[in-house]
């Protein structure tokens, strides 16, 4: 291969200069000013670099409101330092009054409405020199927050024997929970109890049914400058409940009751705490004298507010047959008003008007085969009237045939809880 040289006529050259030589300097003219510009641009610029930024700028949010902490540096020119936020229209001057050499901290606290906020601060000297910005992006918290904080969750509230109450707390998901509070209140007395995260039961004492509790949760965001408390929840107690003693209960033969008993069965069989046969209420079939309907009468030893109780048939029948009762009404009263062998009080229903109803019902028998065994093994439960007032004898009133539509009665067990 032969090298070759690319050469130019002179003459081409000589051609060339006038008009490349023009075009050169204007690239340079136009280069030169916009050198000149970008220099004017930073010394126009120069008191914004002038002065030295703030140092160890650190900020704590609150509830509407922000402490910042910075440190000025050594230069002695310094004398203020500008913070500003909503893109500089606003902002606020701290002064500074140096009495000493080297750094000067300072911490200044900000009302602020709740929102996010980019904050910027510079340093400036009394000519008008500044430097450049330092920013911030802080959350600043409030009300709105504080609406969607969420309390800790309660597990159970439930009443115990000694008419405390016990709160059952659920583990802390959130590590800026602090603690819980209880509020209530006892005899007119306000009273609050803080619950720490490693508690998970708390009891409260003095309290009544129906009585309020306000839970809420205090929580402190890492780094906050504020606690916040989430929205109250009122939880209302229900009635106080324990299940009446039954060791304290006696049979009460009031006239017209129905004495009969089947082999050792009677009344007191019905709270000894068996449901099948032995231990189970069994009338004579067809005794003289008792026709339906036939009244049982017991005393509990005490007065209560019933809340609820609960009936069983003789569960070692085959389900709905028997003797057991499908139609009955349950009665209290504080006190017996007549003398028990009172006849013409007790056999007629005069009684009535001197007791209270508390409970008219039907044991309805369930559709399938599962159903009815299920409900007869388990028994009925049924609340008592909530305007019942306290009573302290019962009296079941078996109003007519049982399941074998025959004139006897067999009851399991009967179990009351009240206050």
Not at 104 to 119: A, K, R
Not at 145 to 154: E, H, S, V, W
Not at 296 to 325: C, E, I
């Amino acid at each position: 291969m032969n090298n070759q040289i690319l050469s130019i006529p002179t003459t081409g050259i000589r051609k060339f200069f006038p008009v490349i030589l023009p075009l050169l300097f204007i690239y340079l003219v136009v280069s030169c000013d916009d050198m000149n510009d970008i220099h004017q641009k930073y010394y126009d610029k120069g008191e914004d670099i002038y002065t030295g930024v703030v140092d160890s700028l650190t900020f704590s949010a609150g509830y509407e409101r922000v402490r910042f902490d910075w440190e000025v540096n050594a230069d002695p020119r310094i004398t203020k330092t500008v913070l500003f936020w909503n893109q500089r229209a606003d902002s606020v001057v701290i002064n500074v009054d140096r009495t000493q050499g080297g750094q000067i901290p300072f911490t200044h606290y900000l009302s602020i409405p709740e929102g996010n906020y980019t904050f910027e601060l510079i340093t400036r000297d009394n000519e008008g020199h500044h430097s450049m910005p330092t920013e911030a992006i802080v959350l600043v918290y409030g009300a709105n927050y504080a609406r969607f904080l969420r309390n800790r969750g309660i597990a159970s509230i439930e009443w115990q024997p000694d008419k405390s109450v016990l709160i059952k707390w659920e583990v802390i998901a959130n590590r800026d929970i602090q603690y819980a509070n209880v509020e209530y209140t006892v005899n007119n007395e306000q009273k609050s109890v803080k619950v720490y995260n490693d508690e998970t039961e708390t009891i409260l004492s003095g309290l009544n049914g129906e009585d309020k509790l306000k839970v809420f949760t205090t929580y402190l965001p890492a780094n906050a400058l504020d606690r916040m408390d989430s929205p109250v929840r009122e939880y209302i107690l229900p009635a106080f409940e324990v299940e009446i003693n039954k060791a304290n209960f006696t049979t009460v033969v009031l006239a017209g009751d129905n004495t009969s008993v089947n082999n050792n069965r009677d009344l007191s069989k019905i709270w000894d705490k068996e449901i099948a046969n032995p231990g189970i209420l069994h009338t004579v079939e067809n005794a003289e004298g008792f026709n339906f309907p036939h009244h049982f009468t017991f005393d509990m030893g005490k007065s209560s507010n019933l809340n609820r109780f609960h009936l069983w048939p003789r569960t070692d029948n085959a389900a709905f047959t028997g003797h057991s009762p499908r139609y009955f009404e349950i009665w209290g009263t504080t006190t017996l008003k007549e003398a028990e062998n009172n006849e013409d009080y007790w056999k007629s229903d005069r009684w009535k008007t001197d007791w209270t109803l508390l409970g008219n019902h039907e044991i309805t028998k369930p559709e399938t085969d599962a159903e009815q065994k299920a409900a007869w093994a388990g028994g009925w439960e049924y609340p008592v009237r909530e305007d019942a007032g306290e009573v302290r004898y019962i009296r079941l009133v078996i109003k007519n045939e049982n399941w074998q539509k025959s004139n006897c009665v067999n009851i399991g067990e009967i179990t009351l809880w009240g206050d």
